[in-house]
């Protein structure tokens, strides 16, 4: 994922504060990169889903499960500040996860990621997808060794998020325009919306998706199983070279 520079300060107005946020991110950014390292090994393609609170990250996990549970060896592990029901709703659909609770932390860090994998059995695990706490802000900052992160971006929170949470779509590889099917009830434009999006990250990927219509998943699931094979062939490429 590329670096976004980070700012020295912590505020912008009349008062200069060092950013010691700076410090807590360079020990992220180690454990991520240990994390990655540690992916990279088992051949394990590692997903950061992240978006504002209930945009759809969980019922989109249950029917991705529904529709590739059969075909990748897939596990979640899904944070959020309070509560177990997240990993249950998961679980009831099949999937093996694990819930982090942050106790009121408002985003994943590495280190909770590495202390969680400690916890899960890995092996065979083709694909580790990682729920991360909802909202646009915080997680923005911290790599958690991901090889994408994906952010939803639902119907209903209106088509000015990405300009005023930008980091978030300058860093994901992947916007998902979801609850697609609510389009006919909202004042949302997705040309709109993907334009602002691309302003800021011009590389960044778009699929439009509804998991209670189904509209994109077929799309969506395509694109883990492409990414979790090309995980796996650049591992044997690099070992014939
Ligand atoms: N209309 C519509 N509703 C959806 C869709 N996906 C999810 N929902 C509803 O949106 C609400 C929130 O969905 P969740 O999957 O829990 O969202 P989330 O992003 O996991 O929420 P947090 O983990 O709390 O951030 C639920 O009531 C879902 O039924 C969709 O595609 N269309
Ligand atoms: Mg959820």
């Not at 011009?202 to 994109?216: A, F, K, L, N, T």
Request: charged content about 25%; proline content about 2%.
């Amino acid at each position: 994922m590329q670096k976004v520079a980070k700012s020295t300060k912590a505020a912008r107005g009349t008062v200069a504060c060092d950013n010691t946020t700076m410090h807590l991110l360079k020990a992220n950014d180690f454990v991520a990169e240990t994390i990655r390292k540690r992916m990279a090994k088992k051949d394990i393609l590692l997903i950061n889903i992240t978006s504002s609170a209930g945009s759809g990250k969980t019922t989109l996990l249950q029917e991705t499960a529904k529709r590739i549970g059969d075909k990748v060896k897939m596990k979640v592990l899904v944070g959020d500040l309070e509560t177990e029901r997240d990993a249950n709703r998961l679980k009831e659909a099949g999937i093996d996860a694990l819930q982090i609770v942050t106790g009121g932390i408002c985003h994943l860090e590495a280190q909770m990621v590495w202390q969680a994998m400690e916890e899960l059995d890995l092996e065979g695990v083709e694909l580790l997808i990682i729920e991360n706490v909802g909202n646009l802000v915080c997680p923005a900052s911290f790599d958690l060794g991901e090889d994408y992160r994906v952010t939803l971006m639902a119907t209903t929170e209106g088509d000015d998020k990405p300009k005023k949470y930008p980091r978030m779509f300058l860093t994901s590889e992947l916007m998902l325009v979801s609850k697609s099917d609510l389009l006919p009830y909202l004042p949302f434009s997705t040309e709109a919306v993907v334009a602002d999006a691309r302003d800021i990250n011009p590389d960044i990927g778009v699929i439009q998706i509804s998991s209670i219509s189904g509209e994109g998943m077929e799309e969506w699931c395509n694109w883990l199983l492409e990414k979790v094979k090309e995980k796996q062939t650049s591992k044997l490429q690099a070992a014939s070279t």
